[in-house]
């Protein structure tokens, strides 16, 4: 089982980038999947999440408005569109999925790092002032 992030890089205040989860090795068409982001010296910190069938989305705070998450099941992929980047945004973003529990049972805990069963290595996003 193996996740990989893509499309992170170096982009100045108020670009966009769009980061892609891959997922191989089995399929997460009925998983929640996520993203969370760690800055150096920083906790891990969530960023967003999204059921299986991509209805119901969640987003911490301080990216919404600017970031979607979405997916596409076929393809095995969750997607991040990352807009109006800050520079406190830069870190390293990584996707994650939750095994098979629902959207209702994970309520509450979607932003918790223990509640994913699989990681994938992460992206380097950087955002220069």
């Known amino acids: 089982v193996q996740l990989q992030a893509s499309g992170g890089g170096l982009v100045q205040v108020g670009g966009s980038l769009r980061l892609s989860c891959t997922a191989s090795?089995?399929?997460?068409?009925?998983?929640?999947m996520g993203w969370f982001r760690q800055a150096p010296g920083k906790e891990r910190e969530f960023v967003a999440a999204?059921?299986?069938?991509?209805?119901?989305?969640y987003y911490t705070d301080s990216v919404k408005g600017r970031f979607t998450i979405s997916r596409n099941n076929a393809e095995n992929t969750v997607n991040l569109q990352m807009n109006s980047l800050k520079p406190e945004d830069t870190a390293v973003y990584s996707c994650?999925?939750?095994?098979?529990?629902?959207?209702?049972?994970?309520?509450?805990?979607?932003?918790?790092?223990?509640?994913?069963?699989?990681w994938g290595q992460g992206t380097q996003v950087t955002v220069s002032s």
């Open positions: 994650a999925a939750e095994k098979g529990s629902t959207w209702y049972a994970l309520r509450g805990k979607l932003h918790t790092s223990s509640t994913y069963d699989y």
């Open positions: 090795g089995r399929t997460f068409s009925r998983s929640v």
């Open positions: 999204i059921s299986w069938e991509g209805i119901a989305t």
